[in-house]
């Protein structure tokens, strides 16, 4: 079955750090893969998608590349802001599957 | 509306009674979703409508479990003879169809606490 593992937190970082959420994943056929963020008393937003192999999704200054030889799919951001605090989940949808399956997210807190 | 909307925000409610949840999908969004987010844990999948489709139930992690989805718009989950193991955040999400592809908009979640 299809399942998402993703960088325990939480993360604490300093404003204009550079940050890196891991994200691995086991599938059936190829999936698509997601970066949903919930930021405090919001509801889930999608952060960037990527839908095959060696794309790369971008939003907001984040990036995730998808590597389908690695089944990982990072999250980096060059230097975050106190605005980036939120819970950032990982998740895949594939063509067998209707729902998308998601990792256990991560809290990350951006200090001033 | 603009986004998916999510009925009651928070509900507190006595072990043994019954719960409905609302869900107002993004008019013209096909596939709905429902999630559920327990504290210290990922999202977990419990239901899913396409259309006029037999919904897929597979994530309904018992009997006390149940959900409608009326004239393919709105939805309602129901949980009966609630327990303290059902307190999370239930998450509704819609998508303009089915598919790996599409991105799935998700509602801001109604809070159940189960005392």
């Known amino acids: 079955g299809n399942s998402v593992t993703q960088m325990e937190g939480p993360v604490t970082l300093s404003e204009e750090a550079f940050l890196t959420i891991n994200c691995t994943y086991t599938?059936?056929?190829?999936?698509?893969l997601f970066w949903y963020v919930q930021y405090p008393g919001e509801g889930l937003q999608l952060l960037l998608k990527?839908?095959?192999?060696?794309d790369k999704g971008s939003n907001k200054g984040f990036e995730a590349t998808y590597r389908k030889e690695t089944t990982s799919f990072h999250l980096e951001k060059g230097s975050v802001q106190v605005s980036d605090s939120a819970v950032y989940f990982c998740?895949?949808?594939?063509?067998?599957?209707?729902?998308?399956?998601f990792g256990s997210g991560t809290q990350l807190t951006v200090l001033p | 509306g603009a986004g998916v909307s999510q009925s009651p925000s928070n509900k507190v409610t006595e072990k043994g009674k019954d719960v409905e949840l609302r869900c107002d999908p993004i008019?013209?969004?096909?596939?709905l979703y429902w999630y559920r987010q327990s504290l210290g844990q990922g999202l977990e999948f419990l239901i899913y409508?396409?259309?006029?489709?037999?919904?897929?139930k597979s994530g309904l992690p018992s009997d006390r479990f149940s959900a409608e989805r009326t004239g393919g718009s709105v939805s309602t989950l129901t949980i009966q003879r609630t327990q303290q193991e059902d307190s999370a955040v239930y998450l509704c999400?819609?998508?303009?169809?089915?598919?790996?592809?599409?991105?799935?908009?998700f509602g801001q979640g109604t809070r159940l606490t189960v005392v």
């Open positions: 999400a819609s998508s303009i169809r089915q598919g790996a592809h599409t991105e799935a908009f």
């Open positions: 599938a059936t056929g190829y999936p698509s």
């Open positions: 990527a839908t095959k192999a060696d």
């Open positions: 998740a895949l949808s594939s063509g067998s599957a209707r729902q998308l399956t």
């Open positions: 008019s013209g969004h096909t596939a």
């Open positions: 409508f396409q259309g006029n489709s037999a919904p897929d």
